[in-house]
């Protein structure tokens, strides 16, 4: 099974940056659209960004655009997220998926319930 391992959540301040990785074990993820997805609390999942296979084709929400930024290293079966400017409103725990079933696994997506893969979650809190 593929599994994926976020990484670098951490405490920021309003306005700062951090940069999230999420890397695959067992597999490579060249083959899957993957997804940045975020829950705060009492909140429903969204989906904050995403990215093709290929790495050719990338959405994000409108809360988030201008400020993050998804890439992937497919080399290094790693994806990113870049996010600048933080608020607030940003805290959550942040998640990445695979889109690993059906017949769109390429094909970049917001929708959590495309994906089927996910990691455990890392936290990021954006307070003063």
């Known amino acids: 099974q593929l599994q994926l391992v976020e990484s670098g959540g951490a405490l920021v301040q309003p306005g700062g940056s951090l940069r999230l990785s999420c890397a695959a074990s067992?597999?490579?993820?060249?083959?899957?659209?993957i997804g940045w997805f975020r829950q705060a609390p009492g909140k429903e999942r969204e989906g904050v960004s995403c990215?093709?296979?290929?790495?050719?084709?990338?959405r994000g929400t409108d809360s988030v655009k201008g400020r993050f930024t998804i890439s992937r290293d497919n080399a290094k079966s790693t994806v990113y997220l870049q996010m600048n400017g933080l608020k607030p409103e940003d805290t959550a725990i942040y998640y990445c998926?695979?889109?690993?079933?059906?017949?769109?696994?390429?094909?970049?997506?917001?929708?959590?319930?495309?994906?089927?893969?996910w990691g455990q979650g890392t936290q990021v809190t954006v307070s003063s």
């Open positions: 998926a695979a889109r690993s079933m059906g017949l769109l696994v390429r094909v970049c997506g917001l929708s959590p319930s495309d994906y089927d893969n």
């Open positions: 990215i093709s296979s290929s790495g050719g084709t990338t």
């Open positions: 067992g597999f490579t993820l060249d083959y899957y659209a």
